[in-house]
């Protein structure tokens, strides 16, 4: 089987989560080719047929015009799976992709098991597996949910080019509302969970942000229940962070949490379930009840 992955470029560079499309192709056991609008001068690594198309021709995102220059990649590859990372680009192009071939479309895939592709749902509390009924699927995965890999190697590069015109015109990228707390030049954060029990606790939590120089973060249900304000919120619809320390206070590790704080350099987990996800990825799991443990190490720094 083999499936044409789709990268991302942005603001003149090539993105990272090109890479995890690789991972998800590694772990589904296929042969792959990867479609790219972008530029010569920013070549994935990757020892394999690229079509790349110029971003300064047809923009670093142009529905109309990608779509065409897809379609043509996908005429010469005849892939099983089209794959897209499930970001602004994904979602978008995705369904243009899946509606004009008839082909089954899967989004936000966040692992593989025997019966299909496993997907959350009910608000991420919950995975349910899904296979599509097509001989074709496209499908976009989630940020974070695969390790990257970095097959090596300088790509087979086949130029594509595009006919015909469009009524639309990439402009440019609009910063995002500044945030009240930047959580991404924070060298240590201390985030709250749902586990924490109740707003009333996450003075505590902020107390020991505060005792080690940090600040305070928070996982979407703490931010859902208006206990902080979206501006700690870490996670995919929140702040991307890469501190020095991350404390994970009370978070089960939904994969949409992970992939905000995936890229820290040392990462505690506090939790009393010892089975919880968090703990895959944490480097300390402290396996005790949180506010029990929380103001006991904080007192302990007070010393």
Not at 113 to 142: D, H, W, Y
């Amino acid at each position: 089987m083999k499936a044409l992955l789709i990268g991302e470029y942005r603001e003149a560079k090539l993105l990272d989560s090109t890479y995890e499309l690789f991972g998800f192709a590694a772990q589904l056991g296929v042969k792959t080719a990867l479609f790219l609008v972008g530029s010569d001068s920013q070549l994935p690594a990757y020892n394999g047929t690229l079509y790349l198309a110029d971003a300064t021709k047809y923009g670093e995102y142009n529905p109309d015009l990608h779509k065409r220059l897809l379609l043509e990649a996908i005429g010469k590859e005849s892939p099983d799976y089209i794959v897209f990372v499930h970001s602004s680009y994904g979602w978008d192009l995705a369904p243009r992709i899946a509606a004009t071939l008839k082909a089954a479309q899967v989004s936000e895939i966040v692992g593989l098991t025997e019966e299909g592709f496993e997907v959350g749902c009910c608000n991420a509390k919950m995975r349910r597996s899904v296979k599509p009924a097509s001989q074709r699927a496209v499908l976009t995965i989630q940020a974070g949910a695969f390790q990257p890999v970095q097959p090596g190697g300088p790509p087979q590069v086949h130029p594509m080019t595009a006919e015909g015109t469009t009524t639309l015109e990439f402009v440019g990228y609009e910063p995002a509302e500044e945030k009240g707390v930047d959580l991404a030049r924070a060298e240590v954060i201390v985030s709250a969970g749902r586990g924490i029990g109740k707003k009333d606790n996450i003075p505590v939590i902020a107390a020991l942000a505060k005792a080690l120089g940090g600040e305070l973060g928070a996982s979407r249900p703490v931010v859902d229940a208006g206990w902080v304000d979206h501006g700690h919120q870490v996670g995919t619809t929140g702040q991307t962070v890469s501190p020095k320390l991350y404390m994970a206070c009370g978070i089960s590790g939904a994969i949409q949490h992970l992939a905000g704080m995936k890229k820290s350099e040392f990462i505690v987990a506090v939790n009393k379930d010892k089975d919880a996800p968090i703990g895959e990825v944490a480097d300390v799991l402290v396996v005790a009840d949180v506010m029990q443990f929380v103001p006991a190490l904080t007192a302990r720094l007070a010393r």
